[in-house]
T-cell receptor, first 114, second 113 residues
Framework: AQSVSQHNHHVILSEAASLELGCNYS??????LFWYVQYPGQHLQLLLK??????LVKGIKGFEAEFIKSKFSFNLRKPSVQWSDTAEYFC????????????FGTGTKLQVIP | DAGVTQSPTHLIKTRGQQVTLRCSPK?????VSWYQQALGQGPQFIFQ???????QRGNFPDRFSGHQFPNYSSELNVNALLLGDSALYLC????????????FGPGTRLTVT
């Protein structure tokens, strides 16, 4: 069974600071990887996804993530955060090559201070 | 184009009771997955329905059951409610033969007293 670890539970940054949220997964085969975001009072929405190809994927609102297969990692980055990025971020994985269940990490709460 | 809708928004039940939650998928989607999100946790996969059959199941007891209708909408039923069943229940829809990208609804907040 697959699992996902998000090591940062709560991150506080000032506006314009750079962001990197860690995500590691455990699974023996190939996977699809996702980052979801949940803004206050809103429902989960997809930020970006990786299925195959270029390991550096770009998502909405200036976010990007890099898949490093050897490290089983899929870290989320943004060069300069804004107050509006305050939200909870979830990393998720599902095995590729067939429709399987998606496993989520426990989430990272990001608070951006103006 | 309506996204994923869920009803009701909030629900309060007593231990031992039964509850039914409903989900309508995004237009064009044929697969529905249900998740339980406890406070401070990530969503936990309950099960997934496609072509009116349960295709995948997470580590949830048989008290949790579901159904998918010909119009792709779905229900989640929970019997013999426990205090620990209090959570946000999320429905996500997708295309079975697609990119596996799931679209989430706003959730139903269930409180068991």
């Amino acid at each position: 069974a697959q699992s996902v670890s998000q090591h940062n539970h709560h991150v506080i940054l000032s506006e314009a600071a750079s962001l990197e949220l860690g995500c590691n997964y455990s699974y023996g085969g190939t996977v699809n990887l996702f980052w979801y975001v949940q803004y206050p009072g809103q429902h989960l929405q997809l930020l970006l996804k990786y299925f195959s190809g270029d390991p550096l994927v770009k998502g909405i609102k200036g976010f990007e993530a890099e898949f490093i297969k050897s490290k089983f990692s899929f870290n989320l980055r943004k060069p300069s955060v804004q107050w509006s990025d305050t939200a909870e971020y979830f990393c998720a994985v599902n095995p590729s090559g067939g429709y399987q269940k998606v496993t989520f990490g426990t989430g990272t709460k990001l608070q951006v201070i103006p | 184009d309506a996204g994923v809708t869920q009803s009701p928004t909030h629900l309060i039940k007593t231990r031992g009771q039964q509850v039914t939650l409903r989900c309508s998928p995004k237009s064009g989607h044929d697969t529905v997955s249900w998740y339980q999100q406890a406070l401070g946790q990530g969503p936990q996969f309950i099960f997934q329905y496609y072509e009116e059959e349960e295709r995948q199941r997470g580590n949830f007891p048989d008290r949790f059951s579901g159904h998918q209708f010909p119009n792709y909408s779905s229900e989640l039923n929970v019997n013999a409610l426990l205090l620990g069943d209090s959570a946000l229940y999320l429905c996500a829809s997708s295309q079975y033969r697609g990119s596996y990208e799931q679209y989430f609804g706003p959730g139903t907040r269930l409180t068991v007293t």
